[in-house]
């Protein structure tokens, strides 16, 4: 089981009312510390680290209003960057929350409460709602936080990239994006130079025309074993026909897609993590103090 799977179980035992639930942080040193973004919203404040049955020292906890990013190279990514590369921190969790004020303030109840505390619109940026990062849906703000991290170039492939939402009346939390199944996405120069790659793999077709549907008339494994790149798959047989010599570059695209697109980041190497050390034995932290915490 993985941090982030063990973490939704415990929460989800603790809240049902297992009072026995929780984990042991040691069984998860390589996944620790954990980077958290979240929202300003008081209400949060008991809950974390509890509600992720996570000791105070392995959570590295990032608050703005919304838990909002605003793009690949903003403030709140570079926080998230060196909580990773200084802090050591090793999955990230962008987690939002139910009932979030900001999603509920729509532009012009921001521009009455502005104007209330002596904030004049003459002096706010011609974009108020983009400026202050205003969302409609507390859920897609989160996957879209994740996706902006995710494809941050300052965020290493190997750091999962969680979103959640925790419900501020509980504390119970659901996995909406799980950063163990998010794959990273190439640099575009890294893919147009796989593509290139390929295309002259396949040189025989380079006069090949569309438009005219005529094949050359040298065969697809002649040409392949002239121009093969590492790890290219030589065709065994030459095709019969057009539609084979088609069928037959089709699979050769996918094996090389296959053979050469990277694998979704599970964990950091294990040669550089510290030994793993022996669980103790009691639950560490209490995992949710289940009060509720809705102001009247
Ligand atoms: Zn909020």
Known sequence: MRLFEAIIDANHRAVAGDASAGLHPAEFADALPVVALTCIDPRLNAFFPNA??????????????GNTITGP???????????????GGREIAIIGHSDCQVCKTTTLMLLEKLKAIGVERSRLPDNVNEFFGMFGSERQNVIKACDFTRNSPLIGPNIPVHGLLIEVETGKLEWIVNGYETKPLLPLKEVQARVTDMMESLGAFKDFAMGEMKFPEMKIGEAATTSKPAGMAVPPVPPASAAGAVEQVIGQVVSFAEKNWPKPPIRVQPSTLPPVKKPVKAPLP??????????D
């Open 286 to 295: 209490p995992p949710i103090r289940p009060r509720n915490l809705r102001r």
């Open 52 to 65: 992720l049955a996570l000791p105070a020292e392995e959570f590295i906890w990032l608050r703005n209003a």
């Open 73 to 87: 190279l903003s403030s709140t990514m570079r926080s998230l960057a060196l909580a990773c590369a200084v802090k």
